[in-house]
């Protein structure tokens, strides 16, 4: 196994990025260096705090060129996936970049999502990084392509609203600057979840997006909850504070972000600052 995966058995825990560039290095080539440069995002990340979830839900790291993930071995799914997407990172999609879904190579094969687990489906391999926020790197976009960043997803969602969200966030991070992404599915306890595929992978009942934003004078942030299912709706009827998201799927985000930064945009639930 690559030591570019870090293995978490039993929690999800905080770990400095020293090792991030190296392991980086090794997978990517190249140097220390020149990804310190390039791939700020690790550094950043690691400064926000990756979210913190329960000792129960099997967890394992993954750390990719554009974002980073939890995956779940049971689900075949990410628990979240977060990235950094500033400015210079919206860019238009180069025209020798091709969208090509494969397994995850970093997964052992009994674990992974298949091609073959969506392909009787009706459903989508929606991204929960989307290729489009890392168009600034071939190699980034090609990882947001891997099934670990997937989960089976309504067409009509994933084509419509959740998709005009992600443009949404990319109309943020070029008028303030630089905006962070945390997003994934949400399985809902009471319910008997739809199974796919010969991996019986759940489908989620719906998903969740976090957007914080923490440039000088530009202090926001704003939550979504999309049910998994048919819509067209305005991007507000999904609108929840963070706070309120932490509270529906029990996750902590940004967990080193100052208490007052926290107070002053953790309730916010009004799309129009924005």
Known sequence: MKLFILFVLATLTLHSCN?????????????????????????????????EISDTIPSIILERYCYTASYNKITRQPNWVMWQLTDEHVLKKPKDFFNDYQEDPD????????LDDYASSDYDRGHMCPGGDCNW??????????????????????????????????????????VYVVCGPLF?????????GKNEMPVPEAF???????????????????????????????????????????????????????????????????
Request: aromatic share 12%; with cysteine; glycine share 6%.
């Open 19 to 51: 090792g991030c560039y190296k392991r980086a290095a090794e997978k990517y080539g190249g140097n220390e260096v020149e990804l310190r440069e390039k791939r700020a995002t690790w550094s950043t990340l690691d400064d926000m705090g990756y979210p």
């Open 107 to 114: 997964l052992p094969i009994e674990i992974r999502s298949t």
């Open 137 to 178: 790197d071939y190699k980034g976009r090609d990882e947001t392509y891997y099934l670990s960043n997937m989960c089976p997803q309504n067409p009509n969602l994933n084509r419509g609203d959740w998709k005009e969200i992600e443009m949404a966030c990319r109309k943020w991070a070029k008028l303030y600057g630089c």
């Open 188 to 196: 809902l306890k009471s319910q008997v979840h739809e199974k796919i």
């Open 208 to 274: 969740f997006k976090v957007v914080l934003c923490v440039e000088p004078n530009q202090l926001k942030g704003i939550g979504f909850i999309c049910r998994n299912t048919d819509g067209n709706k305005k991007k507000d009827f999904y609108v929840n504070t963070i706070r309120q998201v932490e509270r529906i799927t029990g996750y902590r985000f940004f967990p080193k972000l100052e208490d007052s930064i926290k107070n002053a945009v953790y309730d916010i639930d009004n799309i129009n600052v924005w």
